[in-house]
């Protein structure tokens, strides 16, 4: 073992090619003085290069054929378009602004940090993280929509998800084969409740999910 | 080599499914090279990789073409792994956990029928038991030391996979690294 937990680090930047040239020098010549030094240093190297020793090996040859076989037969569907591009009609929506800002001051009541989530399905709640997850092997069949939470699918959703004042994590690509639709800022909250009203109203839209929130909201 | 893979990715995204098998073969050696040491069992392994190719077709329009595509990949493999290993600790599977028969494993590595020569044999079971060593750390080392040490790559790249700050990424190397120092010197 090293003579010192002041000298490991410096083996361990040493092995890095972390230092300096003069750094460099000072750590060989400890080494060369100190036979615990020296005698650590030479097992890193060693434990590195029997590590670096080990062969590589294909893949089953199958590997391809078989993820050939899952792909679905239609591409998969594009992910995180922007909402409002695909509702232009929202532009001119200012003139039910006012009566939103109203309606929105009850969104944020005292439990407005809540998460809330509407769906049907096997998902959990990692309410320390603000985090609903829907693990791995669980499908959900439905739209999901998450208020105050963050969203990771490791296993999949078959339909659309709506975040409001949370992200869909990417980090472990589970599947979402809806649209993913995020309301993140305030005002995007107020435009997408603008959205729902308008929908309400003009019946510009037949999604019966968004439908029924109004419920939450009137 | 980047031209072609974008080349691919293009296609890919233009709905040419075949393209997605020139993609697999670019990849999938390296893909299921690291997800083997990181499970240390072939049926395992195959399984993960092909879940994670799976996954990155179904994502594709999520990558982002400015990156490297490999830290793509190999994240949502290394996720997908780690998943794997969290999940596995309570509930053992037979096959991997019978003392005396880890080399079975190994063995079915080499499609070789005849008996092993016996310095391949030697070979065979200095791997095994680097393989066992590497198994023993805890799978933030391991991924660290893996993709450090067996796939060469740099301590950035490191970091965009596992998502960590490089200094992050240089403890658990270093962690690692101490660690496989006391249990090969044993
Ligand atoms: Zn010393």
Known sequence: MACSKNQLQKIHRYMDEEMNDEEQKMLE?????????????????????IVQSTSHFKAPDDITQNVMNQLPKQPPAKKGKVWLQ??????????????????????????????????????????????????????????????????????????????????????????????????????????????????DVFSLSSDTTEQTDLSIWF | MDTVVKRIIANIKKGDQEAFAELMDLYKDQVYHIVYRMLGNVHEAQDVTQEAFLRAYMNIDTYDEKRKFSTWLFRIATNLAIDRIRKKKPDFHLED???????????????????????????????????????????????????????DLSLKEIGDILNL??????????????????????
């Open chain 1, 86 to 199: 695909k509702h232009p009609f929202m532009m001119t929506a200012a003139t039910f602004f006012l009566v939103f800002i109203i309606s929105l001051a009850s969104g944020f009541s005292p439990d407005a940090n809540q998460i809330a989530v509407q769906g049907e399905g096997q998902f959990y709640v990692d309410e320390s993280n603000g985090v609903v997850i829907v693990p791995e092997g669980e499908a959900i069949y439905g739209d999901i929509r998450i208020e105050n939470g963050d969203l990771n699918v490791e296993g999949e959703v078959h339909g659309d998800v709506t975040l409001v004042n949370g992200e869909h994590i990417q980090a472990s690509a589970g599947g979402v084969t809806g649209e993913i639709e995020e309301i993140n800022a305030f005002y995007e909250r107020i435009w997408h409740h603008t959205k729902i009203f308008i929908s």
């Open chain 1, 29 to 49: 010549e400890h080494v060369s003085d100190c036979g615990d030094c020296a005698a650590h240093l030479k097992e890193m190297r060693q434990t590195v290069a």
């Open chain 2, 165 to 186: 700050p490089v200094a992050t990424v240089k403890t658990r190397i270093h962690r690692g690294r101490e660690a496989l120092r006391k249990s090969l010197g044993e």
């Open chain 2, 97 to 151: 956990n019978v003392p005396g028969t880890a080399d079975l494993d190994y063995h079915s590595q080499f499609s070789n029928e005849d008996p092993l020569p016996e310095d391949q044999l030697l070979q065979l079971e200095m791997q095994e038991w680097v393989q066992a060593e590497i198994m023993k750390l805890p799978p933030k080392y391991r991924a660290a030391i893996i993709l450090k040490y067996l796939e």
